[in-house]
């Protein structure tokens, strides 16, 4: 399979001086859902952020090595970061739906983008709640306010909202955390669907939910990529023995 | 399309973050043109003649000492009146009142907020100042009392909201815990809350304090505007020119360069730095507090 | 020994709450007499004539027309001059302001421009606008004045608005690849409206109330006609309150109270559509 995204030895520095990652490489395949865990502060959400350049909105002072996707790095400065975030897409730990109705929701990205032609969008919104596997649930309520759905129809929304860009690349940050276990199934099976368009870059809210869901898995500890391979193997017979630790429950 | 955009957001940038710096170049403008067209008089007065104690520019004699005091008279008259009872409503609100009571005495303490000071001067003329003059059995009830009176009721809005602020950002947790220790609430808002809520408390009193020196229209009607020096307590009840008045009743009617308008604007000058120097410090004691409240925190 | 401290514990906290009681009814019965006495005094003298006249006879005599529309106009052209720049000001504080020395003096600019006595922004109007830039006595030169002096109350209720709105959306619209500008302006903007609306009320019903600033930078005694051009100065209402209560002679106190009433109307009534807009939305709030 081929690589999507090539990191190669990133380091990252907050403008208070706190190194948050720590010379990391990594090859994101394609096609697959890629799995970043481990303890809390250890560097997971701070690289998703860098995948898009959410990251240009704090402070960070320093930031070395490179990223590449589709062979073209994009910390460089000369980067287009409006279409990079139009084609490397988002879902936030808590669903934040926007203070308008559910269409509303889905057509925001596509509107900022310039796009105005009402079938384009109908389509759009159509085609990525489908996606997102809430179409059913909410086919006849489009044009109600999105706050109105519950936490898990929300996060799906969220999903949906970023689909309808027509993405490359999908990030999402403990996407479930908040949710009961039946939404969580929801969310991970449209997972499943996804990666056959998609890449898919997950930071999942417990082991459990990371064995479930990697195709590749990363451990992260304290910004360190402490290892990194096929789900099967980190999960069953990984070679650190600080993986091993932190996959059968001895911290974290 | 991407080229419009950006051409678009980088001017509206540009737009917002000088309208952001246009307060500073006002509050720089308003002071250069008090300088501008204050400074003069400091060549063209003697400084003796300015420090004496006689005001009368028909004849020259550009004496502020009478117009100062007058001032102090009536604000130290009207923070007597609105420290105590705006403090005091501030707690009422904040510690004591049942919610319904604190949703009519809010939007009303707002509301005189919002009263123009001409009204409140206008009955000050009719109603309160024949009141003042038969009950204390004075020859005219224009004195540096009724002006204090209204005065006082003008800053109360002001030591109210700042200070039920402040009331209100104490935690509930310091409350608890002093009830917790067996205190009975009026121990608590006396020993806790308000001591917790010091610095607010400090700045309503300040805040207050500069809107009461700086409010023209209402003493201007009431004080009878005599400029003679106020520093007995018996001046309080005679009346009394302050700074604001003088320059609100003189201006209309000087030579524009005139000494006297050089004068008047000198005055305006004193006052701008009055309120410059009671708005700065309280503005540090918010700071300074916020800071503390901070290092706590983390 | 114990139960007698317990009483006197308890009788001090009740005398305590009963003199705190009183003090807040001293401060709020005064109000709602002003208003109620300025009402039964003022309303008989409130007919057609009286709102859509001229003032004859040394003005005791006829209505307050040109007032009337002064301080309409005056209030109109304070809100040309003081909305947009006030608003700008609040996103730029709310949503571009580094955390530096220098936001912090352009709020240390703002807590002042708020405390300067309004008869120094007299002062400054009459020795920027009507001499320096030769506006003359003038609504223009008056409005100006007004506006500056608006402006602290609009940018600090503005910017209080617009911080409310949860950072979140702003940070989802930046991830959906809007700029900082498409987010404001199609998320935080709508969303903080209701709350930057009131401010601008506020703040306008404090200039349409005042007196002092435009006294020698638009304000005139008498005009015998309307004001047709910025350039012309115009009669206001609490300027003629002012002038009807201590510069006229013999005035009937039915014109005077009359007065006060419509001023008093005019200012309460932005007062009333403020506090209800607010309330409005509060209740419609999403987030």
């Given at each position: 399979?081929?690589?999507?995204?090539?990191?190669?030895?990133?380091?990252?520095?907050?403008?208070?001086?706190?190194?948050?990652?720590?010379?990391?490489?990594?090859?994101?395949?394609?096609?697959?859902?890629?799995?970043?865990?481990?303890?809390?502060?250890?560097?997971?959400?701070?690289?998703?952020?860098c995948l898009n350049r959410l990251n240009d909105l704090t402070e960070v002072r320093a930031s070395v090595g490179r990223i590449l996707i589709d062979?073209?790095?994009?910390?460089?400065?000369?980067?287009?970061?409006?279409?990079?975030?139009?084609?490397?897409?988002?879902?936030?730990?808590?669903?934040?739906?926007?203070?308008?109705?559910?269409?509303?929701?889905?057509?925001?990205?596509?509107?900022?983008?310039?796009?105005?032609?009402?079938?384009?969008?109908?389509?759009?919104?159509?085609?990525?709640?489908?996606?997102?596997?809430?179409?059913?649930?909410?086919?006849?309520?489009?044009?109600?306010?999105?706050?109105?759905?519950?936490?898990?129809?929300?996060?799906?929304?969220?999903?949906?909202?970023?689909?309808?860009?027509?993405?490359?690349?999908?990030?999402?940050?403990?996407?479930?955390?908040?949710?009961?276990?039946?939404?969580?199934?929801?969310?991970?099976?449209?997972?499943?669907?996804?990666?056959?368009?998609?890449?898919?870059?997950?930071?999942?809210?417990?082991?459990?939910?990371?064995?479930?869901?990697?195709?590749?898995?990363?451990?992260?500890?304290?910004?360190?990529?402490?290892?990194?391979?096929?789900?099967?193997?980190?999960?069953?017979?990984?070679?650190?023995?600080?993986?091993?630790?932190?996959?059968?429950?001895?911290?974290? | 399309?991407?080229?419009?955009?950006?051409?678009?957001?980088?001017?509206?940038?540009?737009?917002?973050?000088?309208?952001?710096?246009?307060?500073?170049?006002?509050?720089?403008?308003?002071?250069?043109?008090?300088?501008?067209?204050?400074?003069?008089?400091?060549?063209?007065?003697?400084?003796?003649?300015?420090?004496?104690?006689?005001?009368?520019?028909?004849?020259?004699?550009?004496?502020?000492?009478?117009?100062?005091?007058?001032?102090?008279?009536?604000?130290?008259?009207?923070?007597?009146?609105?420290?105590p009872f705006g403090i005091g409503t501030a707690v009422y609100i904040s510690e004591i009142a049942p919610r319904w009571m604190r949703e009519i005495?809010?939007?009303?303490?707002?509301?005189?907020?919002?009263?123009?000071?001409?009204?409140?001067?206008?009955?000050?003329?009719?109603?309160?100042?024949?009141?003042?003059?038969?009950?204390?059995?004075?020859?005219?009830?224009?004195?540096?009392?009724?002006?204090?009176?209204?005065?006082?009721?003008?800053?109360?809005?002001?030591?109210?909201?700042?200070?039920?602020?402040?009331?209100?950002?104490?935690?509930?947790?310091?409350?608890?815990?002093?009830?917790?220790?067996?205190?009975?609430?009026?121990?608590?808002?006396?020993?806790?809350?308000?001591?917790?809520?010091?610095?607010?408390?400090?700045?309503?009193?300040?805040?207050?304090?500069?809107?009461?020196?700086?409010?023209?229209?209402?003493?201007?009607?009431?004080?009878?505007?005599?400029?003679?020096?106020?520093?007995?307590?018996?001046?309080?009840?005679?009346?009394?020119?302050?700074?604001?008045?003088?320059?609100?009743?003189?201006?209309?009617?000087?030579?524009?360069?005139?000494?006297?308008?050089?004068?008047?604007?000198?005055?305006?000058?004193?006052?701008?730095?009055?309120?410059?120097?009671?708005?700065?410090?309280?503005?540090?004691?918010?700071?300074?507090?916020?800071?503390?409240?901070?290092?706590?925190?983390? | 020994?114990?139960?007698?401290?317990?009483?006197?514990?308890?009788?001090?906290?009740?005398?305590?709450?009963?003199?705190?009681?009183?003090?807040?009814?001293?401060?709020?019965?005064?109000?709602?007499?002003?208003?109620?006495?300025?009402?039964?005094?003022?309303?008989?003298?409130?007919?057609?004539?009286?709102?859509?006249?001229?003032?004859?006879?040394?003005?005791?005599?006829?209505?307050?027309?040109?007032?009337?529309?002064?301080?309409?106009?005056?209030?109109?052209?304070?809100?040309?001059?003081?909305?947009?720049?006030?608003?700008?000001?609040?996103?730029?504080?709310?949503?571009?302001?580094?955390?530096?020395?220098?936001?912090?003096?352009?709020?240390?600019?703002?807590?002042?421009?708020?405390?300067?006595?309004?008869?120094?922004?007299?002062?400054?109007?009459?020795?920027?606008?009507?001499?320096?830039?030769?506006?003359?006595?003038?609504?223009?030169?008056?409005?100006?004045?007004?506006?500056?002096?608006?402006?602290?109350?609009?940018?600090?209720?503005?910017?209080?608005?617009?911080?409310?709105?949860?950072?979140?959306?702003?940070?989802?619209?930046?991830?959906?690849?809007?700029?900082?500008?498409?987010?404001?302006?199609?998320?935080?903007?709508?969303?903080?409206?209701?709350?930057?609306?009131?401010?601008?009320?506020?703040?306008?019903?404090?200039?349409?109330?005042?007196?002092?600033?435009?006294?020698?930078?638009?304000?005139?005694?008498?005009?015998?006609?309307?004001?047709?051009?910025?350039?012309?100065?115009?009669?206001?209402?609490?300027?003629?309150?002012?002038?009807?209560?201590?510069?006229?002679?013999?005035?009937?106190?039915?014109?005077?109270?009359?007065?006060?009433?419509?001023?008093?109307?005019?200012?309460?009534?932005?007062?009333?559509?403020?506090?209800?807009?607010?309330?409005?939305?509060?209740?419609?709030?999403?987030?």
């Amino acid at each position: 399979m081929a690589d999507k995204i090539i990191i190669e030895n990133l380091s990252l520095t907050y403008a208070d001086g706190v190194e948050s990652l720590r010379n990391i490489s990594l090859n994101v395949p394609e096609n697959a859902v890629s799995v970043l865990f481990g303890p809390a502060g250890g560097g997971k959400s701070t690289l998703l952020r860098c995948l898009n350049r959410l990251n240009d909105l704090t402070e960070v002072r320093a930031s070395v090595g490179r990223i590449l996707i589709d062979g073209e790095n994009i910390l460089d400065p000369k980067t287009d970061v409006i279409a990079l975030r139009r084609k490397v897409g988002m879902v936030f730990a808590r669903p934040v739906v926007l203070p308008m109705s559910i269409r509303q929701n889905l057509t925001y990205g596509l509107e900022l983008a310039g796009e105005n032609r009402k079938s384009r969008l109908d389509e759009a919104v159509e085609r990525s709640l489908k996606l997102a596997a809430i179409w059913d649930e909410i086919k006849d309520r489009l044009d109600d306010p999105a706050i109105a759905l519950s936490g898990g129809q929300q996060q799906r929304v969220c999903l949906a909202r970023v689909l309808a860009l027509q993405p490359e690349i999908i990030l999402l940050d403990e996407p479930t955390s908040g949710l009961d276990p039946i939404s969580t199934g929801k969310v991970e099976s449209a997972l499943q669907e996804l990666k056959k368009e998609y890449t898919v870059i997950l930071v999942p809210h417990s082991v459990q939910q990371a064995a479930r869901t990697a195709d590749y898995a990363a451990f992260f500890l304290q910004g360190e990529l402490v290892e990194y391979g096929e789900g099967k193997t980190i999960f069953t017979t990984p070679r650190e023995k600080r993986t091993e630790d932190y996959v059968t429950g001895r911290f974290g | 399309m991407e080229k419009t955009l950006n051409w678009r957001e980088f001017l509206i940038t540009r737009l917002v973050r000088a309208s952001g710096y246009s307060a500073i170049v006002f509050v720089a403008l308003i002071f250069f043109f008090l300088l501008r067209e204050g400074l003069p008089t400091l060549g063209e007065v003697p400084i003796s003649t300015l420090l004496s104690l006689r005001w009368y520019p028909i004849e020259n004699y550009f004496g502020i000492l009478p117009l100062v005091t007058g001032s102090i008279m009536v604000t130290l008259g009207a923070t007597m009146v609105a420290v105590p009872f705006g403090i005091g409503t501030a707690v009422y609100i904040s510690e004591i009142a049942p919610r319904w009571m604190r949703e009519i005495l809010k939007p009303l303490v707002e509301l005189l907020g919002g009263l123009p000071s001409v009204v409140l001067g206008f009955l000050g003329i009719l109603v309160l100042s024949p009141f003042v003059r038969t009950l204390l059995d004075l020859p005219t009830g224009l004195t540096a009392l009724t002006g204090s009176l209204l005065l006082g009721g003008i800053a109360v809005p002001t030591v109210v909201s700042i200070a039920e602020d402040a009331l209100d950002s104490v935690p509930r947790s310091y409350r608890e815990g002093a009830w917790a220790l067996g205190a009975t609430r009026w121990q608590t808002i006396w020993r806790v809350t308000l001591p917790a809520a010091k610095s607010g408390v400090l700045t309503a009193i300040m805040l207050g304090v500069g809107r009461a020196i700086g409010e023209t229209m209402t003493v201007m009607m009431v004080t009878g505007n005599a400029p003679v020096l106020a520093v007995t307590p018996g001046s309080l009840f005679s009346p009394v020119r302050t700074m604001t008045a003088t320059i609100a009743a003189e201006m209309g009617e000087v030579a524009n360069g005139s000494i006297h308008y050089h004068t008047l604007f000198f005055i305006g000058m004193v006052l701008f730095i009055i309120s410059l120097a009671v708005n700065v410090a309280a503005s540090s004691v918010v700071f300074r507090s916020k800071q503390r409240a901070e290092r706590v925190l983390s | 020994m114990m139960r007698r401290l317990r009483l006197n514990r308890h009788l001090t906290e009740r005398l305590g709450f009963i003199s705190l009681t009183l003090m807040a009814v001293v401060t709020v019965v005064p109000i709602v007499a002003v208003v109620i006495y300025i009402l039964s005094q003022g309303l008989p003298a409130i007919s057609w004539e009286f709102l859509a006249d001229f003032p004859r006879d040394g003005m005791r005599v006829g209505g307050i027309l040109p007032a009337i529309v002064g301080t309409f106009y005056l209030t109109i052209g304070t809100a040309v001059f003081s909305v947009p720049l006030g608003i700008a000001a609040a996103i730029y504080l709310s949503e571009y302001a580094p955390d530096n020395a220098l936001t912090r003096l352009i709020r240390i600019a703002i807590i002042n421009l708020a405390g300067i006595p309004s008869v120094v922004y007299g002062l400054f109007g009459l020795g920027l606008f009507v001499l320096f830039l030769q506006f003359g006595t003038s609504i223009l030169a008056a409005s100006l004045t007004l506006s500056i002096m608006t402006l602290p109350v609009i940018i600090s209720t503005a910017e209080e608005a617009l911080r409310a709105v949860p950072q979140p959306f702003r940070t989802v619209s930046v991830s959906l690849g809007g700029t900082r500008w498409q987010g404001i302006q199609r998320i935080v903007l709508p969303q903080a409206l209701p709350g930057i609306l009131t401010g601008v009320i506020l703040g306008l019903e404090r200039a349409a109330g005042e007196t002092a600033p435009i006294l020698f930078t638009g304000a005139a005694f008498f005009l015998p006609r309307l004001p047709n051009s910025p350039f012309d100065a115009t009669m206001a209402l609490p300027y003629h309150l002012f002038v009807i209560s201590t510069q006229v002679p013999e005035m009937p106190p039915q014109i005077q109270y009359g007065t006060a009433l419509v001023l008093l109307v005019f200012v309460l009534g932005m007062n009333l559509v403020a506090t209800t807009i607010r309330s409005r939305a509060r209740a419609r709030r999403q987030w």
